[in-house]
């Protein structure tokens, strides 16, 4: 894996849950290290069940506030991870005028999942979990110390 990226995107379609997701656990795991942050290709409000299901594991998601690509400030992000394919789509879009990587999990939107509360919720946390787990793995070398 080498150097830890200095700043990294997250992106989805909305910025309402997958990418607060990533943007909150990267932070939560390494944002003393990395500069993190979200976008979506449009913004809409952060969804309920995402703060919900993150306030589970003790990361607050309430104050998020969603933004779209045209709302980024500050475009100099080493490493651009896109969630869904319009995000990857928009993400390859910037390397166009901006020198970084980008990298496609393709994450299952949660939102789409129907049902009652209880199934919402188990879909919100798998894509929790799932999220976690990439960001553990991406960033694995420099989460712990080498034996």
């Known amino acids: 894996?080498?150097?830890?990226?200095?700043?990294?995107?997250?992106?989805?379609?909305?910025?309402s849950v997958r990418s607060p997701m990533g943007e909150a656990l990267l932070k939560h795991l390494l944002g003393?290290?990395?500069?993190?942050?979200s976008v979506g290709v449009r913004a809409r409000e952060i969804d309920p069940f995402a703060v919900e299901?993150?306030?589970e594991i003790g990361i607050d998601l309430s104050r998020h506030r969603a933004k779209s690509?045209?709302?980024?400030?500050?475009?100099?992000?080493?490493?651009?991870?896109?969630?869904?394919?319009?995000?990857?789509?928009?993400a390859v879009?910037?390397?166009?005028?901006?020198?970084c990587d980008v990298e496609f999990w393709n994450?299952?939107?949660?939102?789409l999942v129907e049902g009652n509360r209880?199934?919402?919720?188990?879909?919100?946390?798998?894509?929790?979990?799932?999220?976690?787990?990439?960001?553990e793995e991406r960033f694995t070398l420099d989460l712990k110390p080498a034996h």
């Open 32 to 37: 003393h290290r990395i500069y993190v942050d």
């Open 118 to 135: 209880a199934a919402r919720l188990q879909a919100y946390r798998d894509v929790r979990d799932q999220l976690k787990k990439r960001i």
């Open 93 to 99: 879009e910037l390397t166009r005028t901006m020198a």
């Open 53 to 55: 299901v993150m306030d």
């Open 107 to 111: 994450t299952f939107d949660p939102s």
């Open 1 to 15: 894996m080498g150097d830890l990226p200095e700043a990294v995107l997250f992106a989805c379609t909305m910025n």
């Open 69 to 90: 690509f045209d709302d980024l400030e500050d475009t100099s992000f080493d490493l651009i991870i896109s969630l869904s394919p319009e995000a990857q789509h928009q």
